[in-house]
């Protein structure tokens, strides 16, 4: 949406998972995961519901049908119904705005917890990190009366180039829906409803409007669509946003397939389907196949087409009263669901608490992935350094706020600088230079990658003052870190990126840093994939950050300084070149008016791993500060049937001298199927705590089910009998252990 969604964490650890099982030890002594499971939405109500249906006019009903200002739908007043309230932001609650324009309101308590972005979450590869944020955020949302979050946006990553992939979760199916289930569970325990998008096939800026996406029936069931159908029949999600794009040659906001076939017949969806803003293209067609709630802005919101015009369809004949009455009857459902009228007690909720800055410190402390550290550079050992030269805009620039989509009013945001001068000792001088400027062209903001600036400079030109104090800075400090990358600016909603180019001259910068002062640390803050395969060769040490909440700048010094150890994990597959990607190898992004997903199933490292194509850094790969061994990899049986589900144990042993996390991954593969597969495919992971020297014994239940495929003829999920190898590793290309099961 032009405006857009959320992730967020409250919950302190003690009082977070009310709706989740225990974790469970098993004779073995091993721990497994918690499972998060949604309330359904009751039709305890439907009598009441019935009854305030019958007392309304058609123009009361369909006043409900579509917003009534920016952030709300209409209400009916007479009758106790109150305007559906909604709050957009992908970082935390976005600042009250007007009712009809995007000005801000103005207010001084409005103030929010700035959360970290959905890249950063997904890194930490820890559903009940999910749960907090979604939890924490829920609570912040009630503290502001709002009924709907727009949020979470869980799209698959098909191309690095994509402007939202900060905010989107991962490139993968199943780590996408073991983050999101936990995250809407957390935010609907308070009363709230996840509006998940953007249903479905939504993975591209570009042309988003209007481009036709083309994808074959396998693709979309198996690549796009399991975290939606994990949204709705695990996580029950009370709302869903239909995406700006066509699919197939029909908008998604009016998709019949998609809205009415699979969403609500296959997948049993009882909720309201909220259109993108400005999404909708017609009246009586959008309505029946399946959208319930109009929202948008550009024109007065008498003349969207659920308003005006669908009271004219209405009175001409076009439209029954009973489709009305239906689209009316499921908003009511999920006001009452979440305590918005019934007359029951509802979450009061917090906003912008200690507890809450804390959440989004927890989430962006495990989200920081250590790329490289040769020599064992980090953490830094201060013994001896008398100096530290920081280095780069991005040690102070603040991104709660910026780009095109929604931001978070904050009174704390933490940077990089702040951060460090929080937790170094006063006797160590900071020597700071900004070192790089960054430039844009305002007029094509917006547009794919028309970010150059106008003139005979262009956004990669180093400014030769700031470069000189750079380089000043790093000769006379006995330690260098440069924060580079991107920002909320550079990498945005409505612009996909031109290229995986560093921008602003910053890869020059870094080269001639590293030049004067070898002792040099690069810290990457950034939401998606840049090529650094250079930079990654000269410097002794690589970390990866990415938009990352209030705390992130305190998270951030705590893993540089060894207080924390890193044990965030890349969610997404980091390319050599951009031509290694799937979408850009088959020169099938962006399109023009339509767009076919040539690389079928092939997505992210399902593509690089059966391609045989090495990336930079693969999907899952993540360093730590310890070293880790798997050993002792068995399963509870060795034939399994279609119905059972496969227990897995592998004993992890931390080798090093430091407590850490490991993530354990689980990849199934099937080299002699009769169908076309990937190399390998993620069917299950286990963050696990392990002391120095200490093992603990992890388990992974995989359902068998989760080994299917989807046959296009009978269009049902077949699970291929025979042997399947399950791959323990530490990511997509560190296989440690194998175990061969037979499924009968």
């Known amino acids: 949406?032009?405006?857009?969604?959320?992730?967020?964490?409250?919950?302190?650890?003690?009082?977070?998972?009310?709706?989740?099982?225990?974790?469970?030890?098993?004779?073995?002594?091993?721990?497994?995961?918690?499972?998060?499971?949604?309330?359904?939405?009751?039709?305890?109500?439907?009598?009441?519901?019935?009854?305030?249906?019958?007392?309304?006019?058609?123009?009361?009903?369909?006043?409900?049908?579509?917003?009534?200002?920016?952030?709300?739908?209409?209400?009916?007043?007479?009758?106790?119904?109150?305007?559906?309230?909604?709050?957009?932001?992908?970082?935390?609650?976005?600042?009250?705005?007007?009712?009809?324009?995007?000005?801000?309101?103005?207010?001084?308590?409005?103030?929010?917890?700035?959360?970290?972005?959905?890249?950063?979450?997904?890194?930490?590869?820890?559903?009940?990190?999910?749960?907090?944020?979604?939890?924490?955020?829920?609570?912040?949302?009630r503290a502001r009366d709002k009924d709907m979050l727009l949020s979470p946006a869980i799209n698959i990553i098909r191309t690095p180039l994509g402007g939202r992939t900060y905010e989107y979760l991962t490139e993968d199916p199943f780590l996408n829906k073991k983050i999101a289930v936990p995250l809407i569970v957390g935010l609907q325990d308070n009363d709230v409803m996840a509006c998940v998008k953007h249903f479905a096939a939504n993975n591209q800026e570009t042309n988003r409007d209007f481009v036709d996406v083309q994808i074959d029936e396998r693709t979309l069931r198996e690549i796009y669509l399991p975290a939606f159908e994990a949204a709705v029949k695990e996580a029950k999600a009370y709302s869903i946003m239909g995406a700006y794009n066509k699919f197939r040659g029909e908008y998604l906001c009016e998709n019949d397939y998609m809205l009415n076939k699979v969403l609500r017949d296959e997948w049993g969806f009882k909720g309201v389907v909220v259109s993108d803003w400005a999404a909708v293209h017609t009246t009586v067609k959008t309505l029946k196949n399946g959208l319930d709630i109009e929202m948008g802005t550009p024109k007065p919101f008498n003349e969207f087409f659920l308003a005006d015009k669908l009271i004219a369809a209405a009175k001409a004949g076009e439209i029954s009263e009973t489709e009305i009455n239906k689209h009316v009857k499921r908003i009511?459902?999920?006001?009452?669901?979440?305590?918005?009228?019934?007359?029951?007690?509802?979450?009061?909720?917090?906003?912008?608490?200690?507890?809450?800055?804390?959440?989004?410190?927890?989430?962006?402390?495990?989200?920081?992935?250590?790329?490289?550290?040769?020599?064992?550079?980090?953490?830094?050992?201060?013994?001896?350094?008398?100096?530290?030269?920081?280095?780069?805009?991005?040690?102070?620039?603040?991104?709660?706020?910026?780009?095109?989509?929604?931001?978070?009013?904050?009174?704390?945001?933490?940077?990089?600088?702040?951060?460090?001068?929080?937790?170094?000792?006063?006797?160590?001088?900071?020597?700071?230079?900004?070192?790089?400027?960054?430039?844009?062209?305002?007029?094509?903001?917006?547009?794919l990658g028309d970010i150059t600036l106008n003139g005979p400079v262009t956004i990669d030109q180093l400014d030769p003052t700031k470069l000189q104090e750079a380089i000043d800075a790093a000769k006379k400090s006995d330690v260098v870190i440069i924060f580079a990358g991107s920002n909320r600016d550079y990498e945005t909603e409505a612009s996909d990126r031109r290229n995986l180019k560093l921008p602003f001259g910053q890869e020059e910068l870094i080269k001639k840093v590293i030049a004067v002062n070898p002792k040099t640390i690069v810290v990457m803050i950034a939401g998606a994939p840049f090529?650094?395969?250079?930079?990654?060769?000269?410097?002794?040490?690589?970390?990866?950050?990415?938009?990352?909440?209030s705390e992130g700048g305190n998270a951030l010094a705590d893993v540089l300084l060894g207080k924390i150890n890193p044990s965030g994990k890349l969610p997404w597959t980091m390319p050599k070149s951009i031509n290694d990607s799937p979408a850009h190898a088959t020169n099938s992004f962006p399109g023009g008016t339509s767009v076919n997903y040539s690389e079928g199933i092939l997505v992210g490292y399902r593509w690089f791993d059966t391609k045989k194509i090495e990336p930079l850094y693969p999907f899952g790969y993540g360093l730590s500060y310890t070293t880790f061994a798997f050993d002792n990899a068995k399963t509870d049986k060795k034939e399994y049937a279609a119905e059972e589900t496969i227990a897995v144990s592998v004993t992890v042993k931390n080798t090093g001298k430091v407590e850490g996390k490991e993530v354990v991954q689980l990849y199934?593969?099937?080299?002699?199927?009769?169908?076309?597969?990937?190399?390998?495919?993620?069917?299950?992971?286990?963050?696990?705590?392990?002391?120095?020297?200490?093992?603990?014994?992890?388990?992974?239940?995989?359902?068998?089910?989760?080994?299917?495929?989807?046959?296009?003829?009978?269009?049902?999920?077949?699970?291929?009998?025979?042997?399947?190898?399950?791959?323990?590793?530490?990511?997509?290309?560190?296989?440690?252990?194998?175990?061969?099961?037979?499924?009968?």
């Open 1 to 141: 949406m032009k405006n857009k969604l959320i992730y967020l964490s409250v919950a302190m650890v003690f009082a977070v998972f009310t709706s989740c099982k225990n974790e469970v030890s098993t004779d073995s002594g091993s721990v497994e995961p918690k499972v998060y499971e949604g309330k359904e939405i009751s039709s305890e109500f439907d009598a009441e519901i019935d009854k305030l249906i019958a007392q309304m006019t058609i123009e009361e009903k369909i006043g409900m049908l579509h917003g009534n200002s920016m952030f709300t739908s209409g209400g009916v007043k007479r009758l106790g119904i109150p305007e559906l309230k909604m709050a957009d932001g992908p970082l935390g609650v976005r600042e009250e705005i007007s009712r009809d324009s995007w000005a801000p309101a103005g207010l001084d308590n409005d103030f929010a917890t700035y959360y970290p972005a959905g890249g950063g979450l997904a890194a930490t590869w820890n559903a009940d990190l999910a749960y907090t944020f979604g939890n924490s955020v829920g609570q912040e949302l």
């Open 332 to 447: 009511l459902r999920v006001l009452f669901q979440v305590k918005a009228m019934g007359g029951k007690d509802r979450a009061k909720g917090s906003i912008a608490t200690e507890a809450h800055y804390q959440d989004a410190y927890k989430i962006a402390s495990e989200s920081v992935v250590l790329l490289k550290n040769d020599n064992n550079a980090l953490p830094l050992k201060l013994d001896g350094v008398k100096s530290i030269a920081v280095i780069g805009n991005n040690a102070t620039k603040k991104n709660a706020l910026g780009g095109f989509g929604a931001g978070v009013k904050t009174k704390r945001e933490v940077t990089p600088l702040e951060g460090l001068k929080n937790r170094l000792p006063g006797s160590i001088k900071i020597n700071y230079a900004e070192g790089y400027l960054e430039r844009y062209d305002e007029k094509n903001k917006g547009k």
């Open 531 to 549: 090529d650094i395969q250079d930079l990654s060769k000269k410097t002794s040490a690589l970390v990866w950050s990415w938009f990352n909440g």
């Open 668 to 744: 199934s593969s099937k080299s002699d199927s009769k169908i076309t597969r990937a190399d390998k495919e993620l069917k299950g992971f286990q963050k696990v705590m392990v002391k120095a020297g200490a093992s603990e014994t992890v388990t992974i239940k995989v359902p068998v089910k989760e080994l299917a495929y989807y046959d296009v003829k009978t269009k049902k999920w077949i699970v291929e009998p025979g042997n399947y190898t399950l791959k323990l590793g530490s990511s997509s290309r560190d296989i440690k252990k194998e175990v061969v099961v037979t499924i009968k």
